[in-house]
């Protein structure tokens, strides 16, 4: 009979378990380590609430992208007679319907409209539009959409916070208290940096627990704001400003967070925890680590010197931050987050199997762009851009105008391609010694100067790249192979260039992100 043999099994079966556990296991599994970027209570709930996806700038996110190139149909919402209302949205930002993203262009902050439908025609389009005065320059390369839905964009030496306003509409579209409603973009606050030096700009916004906002600038200024912008705390100077090779651009890019509040802020000098506290939001230093003599060249097609990427967090309990330095060719740095140690390093070099490529050059490499992170596993993309004749020529154009910055970036702005993209693992071993190995390299993708972007449930790495025949494309590699997995083709011309835009995912597995001319989806 089957039930009382089940009744002598089972209690055997039991001891058998009891007497297999070592002392101090447990019948219950271990909490499982956290690799997924946590989610900042005070940011919208959304597919892309932040610039770099999250607080820890991961660029990785947990929804599906495009599954192939076949049926794949691409939407650039741009005005060629009426360039600058749309031009060089270079974050946006969604709302958490996935119906709407946010974006500020060189003239103008937008609501865009994005119809989920599949077979929706209007695909993007301007829901909202008002002018702004923030900076052509720098407009609104970092922003965020927080969970009260106030859109928060960079400016030059300032932050500026949008909110939707309804207002009643006659049949006509326009306001006069009868019909229905139309929503209007209000300019709600406005945060002016104190004493910034005519030279000095912001370079980094996000959001910590307690809902205020973090900033730096370019010359390693760093403040927590209000988040209705009307108080500030003490500044933090971060020091390297009497011995970097040039202050204004002692910072280059952006800074992550972690669930703690702290704040990761790399300069040409120095990677800096910087700790807030929500009681009396005051910053201090936690730790501070020396990569660099402050004295890096800046190349082509970087924003400044030192490290070209915002530091990345990463790894089980966000144990690691990750940047690439301002050598060439350059090396991948992890440090621990607890104390600052540096963990782990590995030189970078992405050419040795394409020579004669186009942004090959003898073993050379530099990025700009921030490092892709998940898990133990980190991706960076190639954009060393060699003195070519156009590059010069663009170089000199721009030093006449006096425009450093700008001599700089020709190669971007005119849609040079580097080619490379690589894998490293961060692999610990028993005795807790860490180490990089690369896990693969791709020497036929480039992924010109946008950010990429990973769909962790696809294993698939996304950026916006350009093919031997000049053909601007979105490319998908293989995430644990880096094997080329399709392209779609853009178009070849400029109104595609990412010109450092990030790669992003919305809700629909579609790319959207913002080019030269406008926002691209691709779906």
Not at 90 to 119: F, H, N, Y
Request: with cysteine.
């Amino acid at each position: 009979m089957l039930l009382p043999r089940l009744s002598l099994v089972l209690p055997l079966l039991a001891l058998v378990v009891l007497l297999a556990l070592q002392p101090g296991d447990a019948l219950h599994p271990a909490a499982a380590e956290r690799l997924d970027p946590p989610d900042a209570p005070a940011l919208a709930r959304s597919a892309w609430p932040i610039c770099h996806h999250d607080i820890w700038c991961s660029d990785s996110t947990p929804q599906p992208g495009l599954a192939s190139a076949s049926g794949a149909r691409v939407q650039l919402l741009a005005d060629l007679f009426n360039v600058t209302e749309l031009a060089d949205p270079i974050s946006l930002v969604m709302e958490a319907s996935g119906k709407a993203l946010w974006g500020s262009t060189v003239s103008e902050i937008l609501r865009v409209g994005v119809d989920t439908a599949p077979s929706a025609a209007k695909g993007l389009h301007v829901l909202a539009r008002t002018p702004h005065n923030i900076s052509f320059q720098f407009h609104g390369a970092y922003s965020l959409l927080s969970k009260a839905n106030i859109y928060y964009a960079s400016g030059a030496d300032s932050i500026e916070a949008y909110a939707i306003s309804t207002a009643e509409v006659d049949g006509d579209g326009e306001t006069d208290g009868g019909g229905g409603s139309a929503e209007t973009i209000k300019h709600v606050a406005s945060y002016q940096l104190p004493h910034a030096q005519s030279d000095e700009h912001v370079v980094g916004l996000s959001i910590l627990s307690d809902g205020w906002l973090a900033v730096s600038t370019s010359r390693g200024r760093v403040q927590a704001l209000a988040p209705d912008l009307a108080a500030g705390s003490d500044i933090l100077q971060l020091p390297g400003q009497d011995v970097v090779a040039l202050p204004s651009h002692m910072v280059s890019n952006s800074f992550a967070v972690d669930s703690q509040d702290n704040i990761y802020v790399v300069t040409s000098l120095h990677q800096h925890s910087i700790a807030y506290s929500a009681a009396d939001h005051t910053l201090k230093i936690r730790w501070s680590t020396q990569y660099s003599s402050g004295q890096d060249p800046w190349f082509f097609g970087r924003l400044g010197p030192g490290s070209g990427s915002t530091p990345t967090v990463f790894g089980p309990n966000g144990e690691y931050l990750v940047i690439t330095d301002g050598q060439t060719p350059m090396r991948l740095l992890v440090f621990n987050t607890s104390d600052g140690s540096l963990a782990a390093a590995a030189p970078v070099n992405f050419v040795a199997e394409a020579e004669g490529r186009a942004g090959a050059s003898d073993g050379n490499s530099t990025s700009e762009q921030s490092v892709v992170a998940y898990g133990n596993r980190v991706a960076v993309v190639n954009n060393w851009f060699p003195a070519t004749a156009a590059a010069l020529e663009c170089e000199r154009a721009a030093a006449h105008r006096g425009n450093e910055w700008l001599s700089h970036i020709c190669p971007a702005v005119l849609g040079e391609a580097a080619y490379g993209v690589a894998q490293y693992e961060l692999v610990v071993s028993p005795e807790g010694v860490a180490t990089l190995a690369r896990t693969w390299l791709n020497t036929e993708v480039s992924c010109t100067s946008s950010i990429p972007v990973l769909s962790r449930p696809d294993n698939t790495l996304f950026c916006l790249g350009k093919s031997t025949d000049g053909t601007f494309t979105i490319e998908a590699l293989d995430w644990l192979t880096g094997a080329h997995r399709f392209a779609v083709p853009l178009g070849r011309g400029l109104q595609f260039n990412s010109l450092y835009a990030g790669t992003e995912i919305g809700s629909q597995k579609d790319i959207i992100m913002g080019t030269m001319a406008g926002i691209l989806r691709v779906h």
